[in-house]
């Protein structure tokens, strides 16, 4: 029996091409805080610290992966810049709504999931902080209080595709392996790791990344991952 679900965010519940929505990002950086400091290194500094967060094999929190090496390499003092990360996530990364774009049929399976008791997590690579993860969630026309987990840089000890990120995840929600499902886009990021822990797998591929040899237990849009999931028309094995 399925107890919980867990949904990869970009390309799964919201349209957000990578490397587009990486050059608005990063574009945005450098104009929010072009005048309080050298943006290039902060960029590069951003960059090192990512690294470390992916690199990261339960030691710490991502966030303390992140600082433990970005820091160092920051173009004014940490205490200096926090105020104004906070208000960048708060302001300025709302801008980059207009890359972005709602999936059809997310809206629908989270309310029907909601109503079948299910425990939702948003499995999002936990690069970021969690503000920013709800903004691309309201970007997707969904509400972040929906959700009883939402992997962020804050809370989480790994990123995808480790086995231990999944595994965390479903620590955190208090289910089983067996009673949890993992739907994503991308194979090796969000089914490899998953499928590796126990979990049913489901390839959303209305925006497919097919990059691993992984078979995936059932694969369609969100309206046959409902149809998968609760029944009803729409999905064919």
Same mark, same amino acid.
């Given at each position: 029996?399925?107890?919980?679900?867990?949904?990869?965010?970009?390309?799964?519940? /919201?349209?957000?091409?990578? =490397? &587009? @929505?990486? #050059?608005? *990002? @990063?574009?945005? #950086?450098?104009? *929010?805080?072009?005048?309080?400091?050298?943006?290039?290194?902060?960029?590069?500094?951003?960059?090192?610290?990512?690294?470390?967060?992916? !690199?990261?094999?339960?030691?710490?929190?991502? %966030?303390?992966?992140?600082?433990?090496? !970005?820091?160092? $390499?920051?173009?004014?003092? $940490?205490?200096? /810049?926090?105020?104004?990360?906070?208000?960048?996530?708060?302001?300025?990364?709302?801008?980059?709504?207009?890359?972005?774009?709602?999936?059809?049929?997310?809206?629908?399976?989270?309310?029907?999931?909601?109503? &079948?008791?299910?425990?939702?997590? #948003? %499995?999002?690579?936990? #690069?970021?902080?969690?503000?920013?993860?709800?903004?691309?969630?309201?970007?997707?026309?969904?509400?972040?209080?929906?959700?009883?987990?939402?992997?962020? @840089?804050?809370?989480?000890?790994?990123?995808?595709?480790?086995? &231990?990120?999944?595994?965390?995840?479903?620590?955190?929600?208090?289910? %089983? !392996?067996?009673?949890?499902?993992?739907?994503?886009?991308?194979?090796?990021?969000?089914?490899?790791?998953?499928? !590796?822990?126990?979990?049913?797998?489901?390839?959303?591929?209305?925006?497919?990344?097919?990059?691993?040899?992984?078979?995936?237990?059932? $694969?369609? =849009?969100?309206?046959?991952? $409902?149809?998968? /999931? @609760?029944?009803?028309?729409?999905?064919?094995?």
């Amino acid at each position: 029996m399925i107890h919980a679900l867990l949904l990869d965010l970009d390309g799964t519940l /919201l349209e957000n091409e990578p =490397s &587009a @929505f990486m #050059v608005a *990002y @990063f574009a945005a #950086v450098k104009r *929010y805080f072009a005048p309080h400091c050298d943006t290039d290194q902060l960029l590069t500094a951003i960059g090192i610290g990512v690294q470390a967060m992916l !690199a990261n094999q339960g030691t710490g929190t991502n %966030a303390e992966a992140f600082w433990q090496t !970005a820091e160092p $390499r920051l173009p004014a003092p $940490r205490a200096a /810049l926090m105020p104004l990360f906070e208000e960048f996530y708060e302001q300025e990364f709302a801008t980059l709504a207009s890359v972005t774009k709602p999936v059809p049929g997310a809206l629908e399976l989270i309310a029907t999931a909601r109503q &079948a008791g299910l425990k939702l997590a #948003v %499995a999002t690579n936990p #690069v970021f902080p969690r503000r920013a993860i709800e903004h691309r969630l309201e970007w997707a026309g969904l509400d972040p209080a929906d959700f009883d987990l939402i992997t962020c @840089f804050e809370t989480m000890h790994s990123s995808k595709p480790r086995p &231990a990120y999944f595994a965390q995840i479903i620590d955190l929600l208090g289910v %089983a !392996a067996d009673g949890a499902v993992m739907a994503g886009n991308h194979l090796s990021d969000d089914l490899q790791g998953a499928q !590796a822990v126990g979990l049913t797998t489901f390839f959303v591929d209305t925006f497919p990344i097919a990059d691993a040899p992984v078979t995936p237990t059932a $694969r369609g =849009s969100l309206h046959d991952l $409902r149809a998968f /999931l @609760f029944g009803g028309e729409g999905y064919n094995e």
